[in-house]
């Protein structure tokens, strides 16, 4: 008589364990991008739904596609098919750090096939009709969901371009946040990388998160937070940056620097999934990349100074393993104004894939590998991009005003870690509690900070035996696993 009911209770288990299994193995993943950019999400617009590609982008607000063939590209949203479309005529426009468009701001309905919880919304639309320096060659995508707040959308006379978010809220009634999980690349041998998109309900509560790392919003316009430093991990030293003698407790009651973290945040920092890089302020951008190229030094990987310094593309025949310190980036905690946490940010991610071609089986064609450094410089501002993002999952609570930081099961092996606790207000030490400029100025002047995707496609490649002989002058034991002599180091340049 009780073994039925136990029986029951374990084939339910049996039943629940099934159904934890596939649902988490069956993980369907919604956004991929060609390497270096950045990550695309399938759209469906108008009546009848014509599909397109758009890049995912917290670097801006507006949702903006291609009414126009390009000269490499005939996809994109022909607006005479669609029967729902409202056309204001009024002009618009936008200008982002790298590119720029003229377009009309259009209304019409929009879903996301990927997004099954999101309702079709009637949203506006920015229709480029005419772009200089946007869509890249080749690339994957027609245009670009902007997923910041409306301060910093496309703008015309007298228009703002509302925000598809914003129509989603309005829709549901009620506020929601997102979260980006990045993946990266797919494996050694596959540069292309994918993640997933996520749109969450405010009102439930996300119950695989325990662990909150939170970073406030400081300023509702891009996606502004506090970085108190990005510095190199070294294995002996576990403080960079952070000055004054390490008193008791296992290192954790450190001091920030504060003239490096008054730098970072001196015109603003922002969290930018458009952005392929970690861009960061001249002078802290070569303390970092000093050490790195030291610590390769120091591990007998020889790299020419045209990788670190200058965004040039380093190749090898077989798939890299790294033997670099982790980047670690400090954000302002949300919890307390003198806490803060860590995203330790591993060689992977700032090793980037651009190339990964396997051709042994061919005659003829090369095996190539290449990478690029995932960190560039960029006068006074600081830009977490995407490169900062992979290997984590990064919740946007738009309402509350916090980004979340936590563990994912996909990618590199980024770790969030903290919370460390110091003896004054971060907010005042590092500045950044300043007054916000007009915010209309503010949209106008804007460079807005997206895209800044190397040109891959239309990258001339260039071999340069160069760095083998000059390695032979300067190691006198080149014989690490590598480099050889064998190896032609492959130069990537951009055209631009
Ligand atoms: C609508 O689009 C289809 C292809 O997608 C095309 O063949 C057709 O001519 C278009 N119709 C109009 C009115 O443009
Ligand atoms: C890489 O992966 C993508 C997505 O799965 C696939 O479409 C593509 O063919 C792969 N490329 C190579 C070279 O295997
Ligand atoms: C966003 O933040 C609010 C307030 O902290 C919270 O109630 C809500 O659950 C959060 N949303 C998500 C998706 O975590
Ligand atoms: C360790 O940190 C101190 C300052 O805290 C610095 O002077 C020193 O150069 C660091 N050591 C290494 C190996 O980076
Ligand atoms: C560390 O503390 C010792 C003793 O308190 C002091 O002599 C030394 O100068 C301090 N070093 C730094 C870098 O502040
Ligand atoms: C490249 O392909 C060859 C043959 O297809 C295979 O033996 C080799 O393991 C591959 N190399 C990598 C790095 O995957
Ligand atoms: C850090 O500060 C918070 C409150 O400000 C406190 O609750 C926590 O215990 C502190 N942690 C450490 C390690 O000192
Ligand atoms: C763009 O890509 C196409 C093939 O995808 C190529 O034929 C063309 O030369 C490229 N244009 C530029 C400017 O690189």
Redesign the pocket.
């Known amino acids: 008589m009780f073994s039925e009911p136990i029986m029951l209770v374990t084939s339910l288990g049996y039943f629940f364990l099934l159904v934890i299994i596939s649902t988490t193995s069956c993980e369907e993943f919604n956004l991929y991008g060609e390497a270096g950019q950045a990550y695309a999400l399938e759209i469906d617009v108008g009546h009848p739904q014509q599909k397109l590609s758009v890049l995912v982008d917290t670097g801006s607000t507006t949702l903006a596609i291609a009414s126009y063939a390009r000269k490499d590209s005939n996809k994109y949203f022909r607006s005479e098919n669609s029967t729902s479309i409202y056309n204001s005529e009024k002009e618009v426009q936008a200008k982002y750090s790298q590119g720029t468009w003229v377009g009309h701001l259009v209304s019409d309905f929009v879903k996301f096939p990927s997004l099954a919880t999101v309702p079709e919304v009637r949203c506006d639309i920015a229709l480029i009709t005419k772009s200089h320096k946007f869509f890249m060659n080749g690339s994957g995508w027609q245009g670009l969901l902007g997923l910041a707040y409306l301060p910093v959308g496309a703008w015309g006379e007298n228009v703002v371009v509302g925000s598809w978010l914003d129509s989603v809220e309005k829709a549901l009634n009620k506020?929601?946040?997102f979260?980006l999980k990045l993946c990266g690349v797919k494996s050694s041998t596959n540069a292309t990388h994918y993640g997933k998109f996520e749109m969450?309900?405010?009102?439930?509560?996300?119950t695989n998160?325990n662990v909150a790392f939170r970073t406030p919003i400081l300023r509702k316009r891009w996606y502004e937070v506090g970085v108190l430093s990005i510095r190199v991990i070294s294995k002996r030293n576990a403080s960079m940056n952070i000055d004054r003698n390490v008193t008791k407790d296992s290192g954790d009651n450190l001091d920030v620097d504060q003239e490096n973290c008054v730098k970072l945040n001196e015109e603003k920092s922002i969290v930018d999934s458009g952005t392929t890089n970690i861009r960061l302020p001249d002078i802290l951008f070569r303390e970092v990349v000093n050490e790195l190229r030291n610590a390769a030094q120091t591990s007998n990987m020889l790299i020419l100074d045209e990788f670190w310094y200058h965004g040039e593309a380093a190749c090898w025949p077989e798939p890299q393993e790294w033997s670099l310190p982790p980047i670690a980036i400090d954000l302002l905690s949300a919890d307390a104004d003198n806490q803060y946490f860590t995203l330790q940010i591993p060689p992977q991610n700032f090793m980037r894939v651009v190339t990964a071609r396997n051709n042994s089986g061919e005659g003829g064609s090369v095996s190539e590998f290449c990478y690029k450094l995932g960190l560039e410089a960029g006068g006074k501002e600081t830009v977490l991009g995407y490169t900062a993002m992979e290997g984590l999952q990064v919740?946007f609570?738009r309402?509350?005003g916090?980004i979340?930081w936590y563990p994912s099961d996909c990618g590199p092996n980024a770790k969030v870690t903290g919370p460390h606790n110091v003896s004054t207000s971060l907010l005042s030490l590092c500045q950044l509690t300043k007054p916000v400029p007009d915010v209309a100025v503010s949209i106008k002047a804007a460079q807005w900070t997206l895209c800044a995707i190397s040109i891959i496609a239309a990258a001339v490649l260039i071999y340069l035996l160069a760095p083998c002989i000059k390695m032979m002058l300067v190691s006198p034991l080149p014989m690490s696993q590598q480099i050889s002599l064998s190896q032609a180091a492959l130069v990537e340049q951009d055209t631009t």
């Open positions: 506020a929601m946040s979260q969450l309900d405010d009102d439930t509560i996300s998160h919740l609570n309402s509350a916090w979340g």
